[in-house]
């Protein structure tokens, strides 16, 4: 039995003046599902995200929320947003934050309560609940900002840049909460630059580029069907430059890197032997070698640099 769909956009598209921001975009995305929308700077990403949430009109194309219209009221009550941009009320305590946001929701007293203490409880905030939020370090905000969006019980969540520039601490708790959320069947759509984060968290992801959606898939297809190179990272002693290796077998690109030399090759076995091989035939010392399969951030710059989509 196919899933039931929790985000349904076809033909989305937004202009500015001349410029067509956001270019007749379709996707969907499964209920419960953790969704992960890439994209380069000034892809659309941000514009898509406002037309799905109601902040901005479309100027063609529609998209439903749990088959709400996106930005009506019905799919307002079943969804969250954490803006990249959002803050909270500095000169109110944490509690005094959430209770406010249970104001707006309309949400039973007793409820709300108890959803407050413990998301408060999961994102290490609760012996901080009655101190003002122009105390908080911006992880903390971050925190705070995560559980007043949660607050409401919403059952479709959207993230923009959520962990962007935030400390280790705080980037681990995010990120543990939304794995809980993922368990719990929310619907999580994730506007991220962190390739790390996309590939450990979603099931699948899109990738926009000029507007256009270039590819939907999951990050181990991604990584597989669209990278078919493996890079092999080496270290010589004495240090040799990437150019002296161009000519060796096997290699589609080396340049130089902190430590030594990264090198591209669509056959890292054949590579290692040609770098021990050189190494012998130089008199050098192999100081390191690691062999790195292709990763989504590979797969991402190579879509993205095609500069060309499917939307």
């Known amino acids: 039995m196919p899933a039931a769909s929790a985000i349904d956009v076809e033909g989305l598209a937004k202009y500015y003046g001349d410029l067509l921001a956001v270019d007749h975009v379709s ?7 953790f969704f992960g929308f890439l994209g380069p700077n000034g892809a659309g990403k941000t514009t898509t995200v406002r037309m799905l949430t109601g902040v901005i ?4 194309g529609e998209a439903r929320i749990l088959g709400h219209p996106a930005g009506s009221l019905p799919a307002k009550q ?17 509690w005094a934050n959430l209770t406010l946001m249970m104001e707006l929701y309309g949400i039973p007293v007793k409820r709300g309560k108890q959803r407050a203490e413990k998301l ?13 939020v122009k105390g908080f370090s911006r992880g903390m905000r971050q925190r705070l900002i995560l559980c007043m969006a949660l607050v409401s019980d919403a059952r479709v ?47 699948r992801v899109a990738i926009i580029n000029h507007g256009k959606i270039v590819v939907t898939d999951s990050p181990d297809n991604l ?20 150019g002296s290796l161009s000519q060796l077998p096997s290699v589609e690109k080396a340049e130089d890197i902190e430590d030594g030399i990264r090198i591209l090759t ?7 032997a040609s770098l021990i091989n050189y190494s ?7 100081a390191d070698l690691h062999v790195l399969p292709p990763s989504l951030e590979d797969a991402f710059v190579q879509l993205t640099e095609l500069g060309v989509g499917d939307g």
């Not at 408060?120 to 003002?132: C, F, H, T």
């Open 78 to 94: 079943v969804t969250a947003v954490v803006p990249e941009m959002a803050n909270a009320y500095l000169d109110l305590s944490a």
């Open 57 to 60: 009109r479309p100027d063609k």
């Open 27 to 33: 996707l969907n995305v499964n209920e419960g599902e």
């Open 120 to 132: 408060l409880q999961e994102l290490g905030l609760s012996e901080r609940k009655n101190d003002a």
């Open 266 to 272: 669509a056959d890292p076995v054949a590579m290692v």
């Open 157 to 203: 969540l959207f993230l923009d840049e959520p962990t962007t520039g935030l400390d280790v601490q705080s980037t681990r708790l995010i990120r543990a909460m939304l794995r809980n959320l993922k368990e719990e069947q929310i619907t999580i759509f994730l506007t991220t630059h962190n390739m790390d984060e996309a590939n450990e968290l979603c099931d």
């Open 223 to 242: 990584r597989e069907a669209v990278t078919r190179f493996h890079s092999v990272e080496v270290v010589f002693n004495p240090r040799v430059p990437a």
């Open 280 to 286: 012998e035939v130089n008199g050098l010392t192999m």
